[in-house]
């Protein structure tokens, strides 16, 4: 079999280079499959169905009927489609995402599939409820629009996990701003009812670590930057 990494991978590639980038296609495989993505949002691996998925499987593992779950840093929505999946109808997903573009997608993803049990927060997760700049990267990429907080940009609100029921799992990936996030969830944290899979970047790499043990978690690596948090 040829390796997509290795020079002649083009042949197995180029088919998947040909679908249009606005085309709706059905999940192939992994924990979305069959359900409807727009091949042009995010990474094609989403809509091939094995986009991270060991992280992916690591979380499904953790999810049962009826939790409710946060899945911060949304983007398009490939984890809140899987969570959503997985909470069923009697369980409730709230979707954080602050850049404006990935919550159109998101909310996109959620219409194709006529997900009901959803909710989108179109904000940034911090510490404080007010507003930000976020700063996009506007250049699509191969993971879809990127963006983070920053001293300028668009506009976006800001909220605090504080202020909404607590979940039984949290989901993050937000660019480095967990540390704010995670002082905006002291409410939350001190509860020990939340499991919590983090993506560390920038600055947050011990900042949100200690914050976690702070309130008595256990930490468990889960990949080169990722973690899980553990209530007592």
């Given at each position: 079999?040829?390796?997509?990494?290795?020079?002649?991978?083009?042949l197995?590639?180029?088919?998947?280079?040909?679908?249009?980038p606005?085309?709706?296609?059905?999940?192939?495989?992994?924990?979305?499959?069959?359900?409807?993505?727009?091949?042009?949002?995010?990474?094609?691996?989403?809509?091939?169905?094995?986009?991270?998925?060991?992280?992916?499987?690591?979380?499904?593992?953790?999810?049962?009927?009826?939790?409710?779950?946060?899945?911060?840093?949304?983007?398009?929505?490939?984890?809140?489609?899987?969570?959503?999946?997985?909470?069923?109808?009697?369980?409730r997903?709230?979707?954080?995402?602050?850049?404006?573009?990935?919550?159109?997608?998101?909310?996109?993803?959620?219409?194709?599939?006529?997900?009901?049990?959803?909710?989108?927060?179109?904000?940034?997760?911090t510490?404080?409820?007010?507003?930000?700049?976020?700063?996009?990267?506007d250049?699509?990429?191969?993971?879809?629009?990127?963006?983070?907080?920053?001293?300028?940009?668009?506009?976006?609100?800001?909220?605090?996990?504080?202020?909404?029921?607590?979940?039984?799992?949290?989901?993050?990936?937000?660019?480095?701003?967990e540390?704010?996030?995670?002082?905006?969830?002291?409410?939350?944290?001190?509860?020990?009812?939340?499991?919590?899979?983090?993506?560390?970047?920038?600055?947050?790499?011990e900042?949100?670590?200690?914050?976690?043990?702070?309130?008595?978690y256990?930490?468990?690596?889960?990949?080169?930057?990722?973690?899980?948090?553990?209530?007592?």
């Amino acid at each position: 079999m040829l390796d997509p990494h290795q020079p002649l991978g083009w042949l197995i590639r180029l088919p998947f280079k040909l679908v249009s980038p606005s085309s709706v296609m059905p999940v192939l495989t992994g924990p979305n499959r069959g359900l409807k993505w727009v091949v042009g949002a995010g990474n094609q691996s989403c809509w091939l169905g094995t986009y991270e998925s060991d992280h992916a499987r690591a979380i499904a593992a953790r999810v049962k009927p009826g939790m409710t779950a946060f899945d911060v840093g949304a983007h398009a929505g490939y984890y809140t489609l899987m969570l959503s999946r997985l909470v069923g109808p009697q369980g409730r997903v709230l979707a954080f995402e602050a850049n404006p573009a990935n919550a159109a997608r998101l909310r996109k993803h959620l219409e194709l599939n006529d997900v009901k049990n959803v909710e989108v927060i179109e904000a940034a997760v911090t510490d404080r409820n007010g507003e930000t700049f976020f700063r996009t990267n506007d250049d699509v990429g191969k993971y879809g629009y990127m963006g983070k907080i920053s001293e300028t940009g668009t506009p976006v609100r800001t909220v605090r996990l504080d202020d909404f029921p607590t979940p039984d799992l949290i989901k993050m990936d937000i660019e480095g701003a967990e540390t704010l996030a995670l002082t905006g969830a002291a409410r939350l944290l001190s509860e020990h009812k939340s499991t919590i899979f983090l993506a560390l970047h920038d600055g947050a790499f011990e900042q949100a670590p200690a914050i976690l043990k702070q309130h008595g978690y256990r930490i468990e690596p889960a990949g080169e930057r990722e973690l899980w948090g553990t209530p007592p």
